[in-house]
């Protein structure tokens, strides 16, 4: 019952969060580049519910500008890191010999790397900008996938219905996305769910170090930075970004627990009249 109602209120929370940046343009009290110097580090108020930053711009409207280049970054690299891995661990489930060593090794040497340190390396070379913070968290985003995908694509090419396609004709194609992919959904979206919010404070910390869009523009993290020397005298600057992060950061992965341990109980079940089958 409590986890439902953690579910519940971490899916509400999360509509709200996205649909505010999603309808940003039109709700937005203020420009998020207008300034104002003579309300400067403004506290709350009604004109301005977060106050403003050292340049009289007013921290909600920003807020919710910023949310649409975080939230978009990490959802790109989410999608684009769980297609590699998951087609690169069936394809070592699948293909095993030499190929299955290499992959899993090069998974292994990357894994074994702190990630943060290797999307620093990336976007110093590549320079600033969504393309190089997308690059930077996909060099080594997508192991978990791989590694998750070849042990569940392994299991499941095991089974008989599996072999039974192979014997009759199927192609491997066929086999793959008809009989081997459907199984992997589920663990795949729960660990997306998990990688989400792994990757939105990654994407917060980066811009945090400047390594993101660049002023006037901003994000989650950028306003972290930018407001951090005047946390003193205005507090909701560097509280209202900090607490997005987390929030929808902490929302995303309490979903994608719930989501791993449906996953798990299907799996479960799903293998239970093959070993009832064994046992007779």
């Known amino acids: 019952m409590r986890s439902r109602t953690a579910l519940i209120v ?32 403004a506290p ?16 909600l409207s920003r807020l919710l500008e ?15 890191t769980a297609a590699l891995g998951t087609a690169i661990g069936v394809v ?12 899993t090794r090069t998974s292994d040497v990357l894994l074994a790397l702190p ?10 070379v590549l320079g600033a900008g969504p393309v190089s913070l997308l690059l930077a968290l996909a060099v080594t985003g997508w192991t978990p996938f791989a590694r998750l995908a070849r042990a569940l694509a392994y299991d499941v090419s095991s089974r008989g219905f599996v072999e039974a396609a192979r014997v009759l004709g ?5 086999v793959v996305f008809r009989h081997i992919l459907p199984h992997l959904s589920g663990p795949l979206l729960g660990q997306a769910a998990l990688r989400f919010g792994q990757f939105l404070i990654a994407v917060g910390a980066l811009s945090y170090l400047g390594l993101g869009v660049q002023p006037p523009q901003s994000d989650w993290g950028s306003m972290l930075a930018s407001a951090q020397p005047y946390a003193a005298r205005s507090p909701l ?34 293998l239970a009249p093959s070993r009832r089958g064994s046992d007779v």
């Open 92 to 103: 070592s489930a699948r293909r095993r010999g030499w190929i299955d060593e290499v992959l």
């Open 170 to 174: 199927c192609s491997p194609s066929f």
């Open 44 to 59: 709350a108020s009604p004109t301005h519910w977060l106050g403003t930053d050292h340049l009289g711009r007013d921290t």
């Open 10 to 41: 971490a899916a509400s929370v999360l509509a709200v969060v996205v649909l505010s940046v999603a309808l940003a343009p039109w709700i937005s009290p203020y420009p998020p580049a207008q300034q104002s110097l003579a309300e400067r580090l």
């Open 115 to 124: 990630e943060m340190v290797i999307a620093l390396f990336v976007v110093a």
């Open 66 to 80: 910023g949310g649409s280049f975080s939230l978009a970054v990490a959802c790109a690299a989410t999608l684009l």
């Open 237 to 270: 600057g560097v509280l209202a970004p900090g607490l997005v992060i987390f929030t929808v950061a902490l929302c995303v992965t309490l979903i994608g627990q719930h989501l791993a341990a449906l996953a798990g109980l299907r799996t479960l079940l799903s």
